[in-house]
């Protein structure tokens, strides 16, 4: 059995004026993230952990915030890509762990739709995809609520 780990990490500034899409979900706040697209910070890291377990470069090589395709895009859509060519490539998703990085938001109420929503977007069960959250104790850009982080973790298993 083939196993592949590949790690992920994006942080997006906090802005006015944008919505907060965290995990292909709209989270109440007063700020979101500015970004090319939607800034989803969290599906960004997803998608490179899976590009990094298959070797498959990384998103910002894929989907370039110069193109105009890309403007302001679900990001769901870029996990979608990304899921096919992890298909492609003949890996299958064992799991995925996540970290976010944010003083606020409060995201715990959050966790369980965020997760529906991944798992459904990687056609895997929702046990298999972990969302954890943490502040930055007060400490630099994320502590003064002007940026989120994410970190994410993927575990594929090749099948083909
Ligand atoms: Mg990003």
């Known amino acids: 059995m083939s196993v592949k780990v590949g790690i992920g990490f994006d ?3 906090l802005v006015e004026g944008r919505k907060l899409i965290l995990g292909g979900f709209e989270i109440p706040y007063l700020k ?3 970004g ?3 800034g989803d910070v969290l599906i960004h890291a997803i998608c490179d ?3 990094g ?3 498959g470069s990384d998103i910002g090589q894929l989907f370039p915030n110069t ?3 890309y403007e302001g895009i679900s990001s769901i859509k870029l996990l979608e ?3 096919d060519l992890v298909e492609k490539k003949g890996f299958k998703i064992n799991n995925v762990d996540s970290t976010v990085v944010a003083d606020e938001p409060h995201l715990e109420p959050f966790k369980p739709k965020i997760s529906a929503i991944i798992a459904q977007t990687l056609k895997i069960d929702q046990e298999c995809v972990n969302i954890k959250a943490t502040t930055n104790e007060g400490l630099g850009e994320i502590g003064k609520k002007e940026a989120i982080a994410c970190y994410a973790v993927a ?3 090749k099948i083909k």
């Open 81 to 83: 890509e990304v899921r």
């Open 53 to 55: 377990a298959i070797g």
């Open 155 to 157: 575990c594929l298993e």
């Open 36 to 38: 090319h697209s939607d």
């Open 67 to 69: 193109d105009p395709r």
């Open 11 to 13: 942080i997006h500034r």
């Open 49 to 51: 952990s899976l590009l």
């Open 32 to 34: 979101g993230l500015f």
